[in-house]
């Protein structure tokens, strides 16, 4: 009896197996329209982006936005509020990406600035050998790095329809092509260059390292 009720066990783990987790087969497909398909793709991209920042800054963003540009509808002080936002955001970019971590022998993680001589260790709580802190020299790629958060932000915000709103309430049609094919062309870009030059700082805000 035992052997048939583990055999019927299993045999509904592998069917549960072969049903994808994120698909209900009791809910019809959703017919969308061209505009439907491109707002999902925005969100996608806007989603495949954000993983390329600082996790806080973006969320920082996200939840100011709405509250700045008055939900798109901004004035001169919504507008100079918003101006701002993006502003110390795109700054946090680019000054987190020369930010890196490390751990010490016990495995505390430390979070430090990279210089040209090495690591300077924010916290104050541990002091890296020489020799050490020397790895964590800034390079050339740093730079590179923290210029392509920069833009990767600039597409995240003219992602959002209420920064866009906020700093063009009437487009015209040039510069409504302009807003769409923009981030796109960026994120398309800088999402390669990322690939093609991986950078091996896990600095604040970004994943840690397990080593």
């Known amino acids: 009896m035992d ?3 583990e055999i019927e066990d299993n045999s509904m783990n592998n069917e549960e197996q072969k049903v994808p987790l994120l698909r209900n087969a009791e809910v019809p497909e959703a017919e969308r329209s061209l505009v439907q398909k491109a707002i999902s793709s925005t969100f996608q991209s806007t989603a495949h982006l954000a993983n390329l920042l600082p996790t806080g800054t973006v969320l920082a963003f996200q939840l100011l936005s709405p509250i700045f540009t008055n939900l798109g509808s901004c004035d001169s002080v919504s507008k100079s509020m918003t101006s701002a936002l993006v502003t110390l955001c795109g700054a946090s970019c680019f000054l987190l990406s020369f930010t890196d971590s490390f751990r010490d022998s016990k495995g505390n993680i ?3 600035l990279a210089t040209f001589k090495g690591l300077w260790v924010i916290d104050g709580s541990t002091n890296l050998p020489p020799q050490v802190a020397a790895k964590y020299r800034i390079q050339f790629i740093d730079f590179m790095h923290a210029v392509m958060s920069i833009l990767v932000f600039a597409a995240i915000a003219l992602f959002d329809q209420n920064v ?5 309430p009437e487009p015209s049609k040039e510069i409504q092509e302009v807003l769409t094919a923009l981030p796109v062309g960026i994120g398309v870009f800088c999402s390669m260059l990322f690939v093609a030059f991986p950078t091996e700082r896990h600095g604040i805000g970004f994943p840690l390292s397990t080593s």
């Open 3 to 5: 052997v048939n009720l």
């Open 110 to 112: 430390s979070y430090g």
């Open 164 to 168: 866009v709103n906020c700093f063009f």
